[in-house]
């Protein structure tokens, strides 16, 4: 089956930097890659997504990109705010049955 | 328009019960997915319901099974509770077959 292993599993950013979420996949049948953030004790929600037939897709300051050969993806997100402070997991898929692999999770914290 | 609820909230169960966890999906979605995420960890499927039949299952004993309703909505139920099987329960629905809402969750706390 498919695992996803995702880096860091922390993260502590000063407010205003950039934070780069790393996940690597092992299906490569795999085309669909959601991030979603994870506030404490609230549901996962999704923030941004991408398919395996793009490779980069921005979202204000949130940008996820692709890398098929390499089976790798990863989450940016620029002029990071307290808010963004959260647990952020990503997940791969193959679509049309959709049952997504997550990885364990990355705790961001921005340090205002 | 009401997203993915479920209920309860929270629970305390004592090893050895039984615990029936509801979930509504989102008004127009078809499918949900039931997850169990222990502390620490992403979410790991449990089974996903689609025209009230049990289409796929992840590496959960049968203790663990559900049911879904003419309405969509589901229940996952859990027998013979251990104490491994604390944890939040989050179901999700989906009506595209890739874009997945989330419920808020229903903790679950074996003692």
């Known amino acids: 089956g498919e695992n996803v292993e995702q880096h860091p599993s922390t993260l502590s950013v000063q407010e205003g930097d950039s934070a780069v979420i790393k996940c690597t996949y092992s299906?490569?049948?795999?085309?669909?890659f959601p991030w979603y953030k994870q506030e404490l004790g609230k549901r996962p929600q999704l923030i941004i997504d991408?398919?395996?037939?793009?490779g980069e897709k921005k979202d204000q300051r949130i940008a996820v990109t692709l890398n098929k050969t390499a089976k790798h993806f990863s989450l940016h997100i620029t002029e990071t705010q307290p808010e963004d402070s959260a647990v952020y997991f990503c997940?791969?898929?193959?679509?049309?049955?959709?049952?997504?692999?997550f990885g364990r999770g990355t705790s961001l914290i921005v340090h205002p | 328009d009401a997203g993915v609820t479920q209920s309860p909230t929270h629970l305390i169960k004592t090893r050895g019960q039984q615990v029936t966890l509801r979930c509504s999906p989102k008004?127009?979605?078809?499918?949900v997915s039931w997850y169990q995420q222990a502390l620490g960890q992403g979410p790991q499927f449990i089974f996903q319901?689609?025209?009230?039949?049990?289409?796929q299952r992840g590496n959960f004993p049968d203790r663990f099974s559900g049911h879904q309703f003419p309405n969509y909505s589901s229940e996952l139920n859990v027998n013979a509770l251990l104490l491994g099987d604390s944890a939040l329960y989050l179901c999700?629905?989906?009506?595209?077959?890739?874009?997945?809402?989330f419920g808020p969750g229903t903790r679950l706390l074996v003692l």
């Open positions: 999700a629905s989906t009506q595209d077959q890739e874009t997945q809402y």
């Open positions: 299906d490569s049948a795999s085309n669909y």
């Open positions: 991408i398919r395996s037939n793009v």
């Open positions: 997940a791969a898929s193959r679509g049309g049955s959709y049952i997504p692999t």
């Open positions: 008004s127009g979605h078809d499918t």
């Open positions: 319901y689609y025209e009230e039949e049990e289409r």
